[in-house]
C-alpha cells in the first residue's frame, strides 16, 4: 500500500504542476485553475453532501455546489477585469467574503420556505453550511495563493503549499507504518501514530526547503529563496496544520459512520481524502506568505 500511494502521489503531482504550467502561460486570470476549482466544487460537494446524509442529515447538493460555486466564481471576478493584481485581490477577498455572507442567508431562506415541522431543518441547515464553508470558502481562500505574491510568480506560493501538505501526507505515512506503534487519537484516526504526525512535520519541512531552495528562479529569474531557516518553519507549520486537516476530516467520517469520504482512487479513498491537508492548511499559509520573507529579490546588475 505505502508503495501504491507514493506511485499515486509521483503521478499527480506532476500532472498538476503541468496543469499550473499551462495556466500561467494562459494569463493572469487563471482560467484553467478556475476550471479545475469548479470540477473540485461539484464533485467534492457531491461526495459531502453524500456522506452528510445519514441520521436526520439531509443536505441539498444542487444548493450546496451552486453557493459553493457562487464564492468560488465571484473570488475569481476581479482577476477576469483588473489589471492591477494588488487591488484585483482585496476586491477577490472582499467579495468571496460577501459570497459567503450570502451563502448563509440563502440556506436560511431555503430552511424557512420548506419548513414544515420541527426536528430537521436546524441540522440540515448546518450540514449544508458546513459543506459550504468547507468547499466553497476554503477553496476560493486555497486558489487565492495563485496570486498572493504577484500575478507572475503565483504558482510558487501554490506549489509550496501543496508540496508541503502533500509531503507532510508522505512523511507522515511513511514514518507511521514503518516505526509508528502508539496512537495520537485512536477514536478519531486509528491509523494515525505519534511517529506518523512528527513524520507529517519532518516531510513537509523537508519538502518546504527544497521547494524554495530550487524553484523560485523558474518563476522569476530575479527570485531566490528565502533562507533554510524561513523554508522549514513554513513547512513545519503547514505539515501540522495539514495533520490537523486529516484528522479534522477523519471526524466527518468517523462521526457518519464512514472509512472513506468515496471510492476514488484505491488506497487513497475520494477527493475529499486528497484535499483535506491543503483545504484545512490554505487559510494558514495565506497568512504565513504575508508574515514571512518567503522569498528574496536579486537586484539586477548592469554592465
Do not use: H
Not at 252 to 261: A, L, N, P, T
Not at 283 to 294: C, E, G, M, S
Amino acid at each position: 500500500m505505502l508503495g501504491w500511494r507514493l506511485l499515486v502521489s509521483v503521478i499527480l503531482i506532476p500532472l498538476l504542476f503541468g496543469l499550473f504550467y499551462l495556466d500561467q502561460r494562459a494569463g493572469t486570470s487563471a482560467p484553467y485553475l478556475y476550471g479545475l476549482c469548479c470540477l473540485i466544487v461539484f464533485r467534492g460537494c457531491w461526495e459531502l453532501t453524500r456522506l452528510l446524509t445519514v441520521r436526520n442529515l439531509q443536505p441539498g447538493y444542487a444548493i450546496v455546489s451552486l453557493l459553493s460555486l457562487l464564492i468560488c466564481t465571484l473570488a475569481w471576478l476581479p482577476y477576469f477585469s483588473d489589471s492591477d493584481a494588488g487591488s484585483a485581490q482585496e476586491s477577490s477577498l472582499a467579495l468571496m467574503s460577501v459570497g459567503f455572507s450570502i451563502s448563509i442567508l440563502l440556506i436560511f431562506l431555503k430552511g424557512a420556505i420548506r419548513f414544515q415541522e420541527p426536528g430537521q431543518s436546524m441540522e440540515n441547515m448546518g450540514a449544508e453550511i458546513l459543506s459550504v464553508s468547507y468547499l466553497g470558502f476554503l477553496l476560493a481562500i486555497l486558489a487565492e495563493l495563485r496570486w498572493v505574491a504577484g500575478p507572475e510568480t503565483g504558482y510558487l506560493a501554490l506549489g509550496s503549499l501543496i508540496i508541503s501538505a502533500k509531503m507532510g501526507d508522505i512523511g507522515g505515512y511513511t514514518f507511521g507504518r514503518l516505526w509508528g506503534k502508539k496512537k495520537l487519537v485512536p477514536r478519531l484516526s486509528p491509523g494515525k501514530t505519534w511517529v506518523g504526525g512528527f513524520g507529517a512535520i519532518f516531510g513537509a519541512a523537508i519538502g518546504s526547503l527544497l521547494w524554495f531552495q530550487f524553484t523560485p528562479a523558474l518563476f522569476n529569474s530575479l527570485w531566490t529563496g528565502s533562507s533554510w531557516l524561513w523554508a522549514i518553519l513554513f513547512g513545519a507549520i503547514i505539515g501540522l496544520v495539514g495533520l490537523v486537516g486529516d484528522l479534522c476530516e477523519s471526524l466527518i467520517k468517523r462521526d457518519v459512520g464512514k472509512k472513506d469520504s468515496a471510492e476514488l482512487l484505491p488506497g487513497f479513498g475520494g477527493l475529499l481524502d486528497l484535499l483535506d491537508s491543503p483545504l484545512y492548511a490554505g487559510p494558514v499559509a495565506f497568512v504565513l506568505w504575508k508574515l514571512l520573507p518567503l522569498i528574496t529579490v536579486v537586484a539586477a546588475t548592469g554592465n
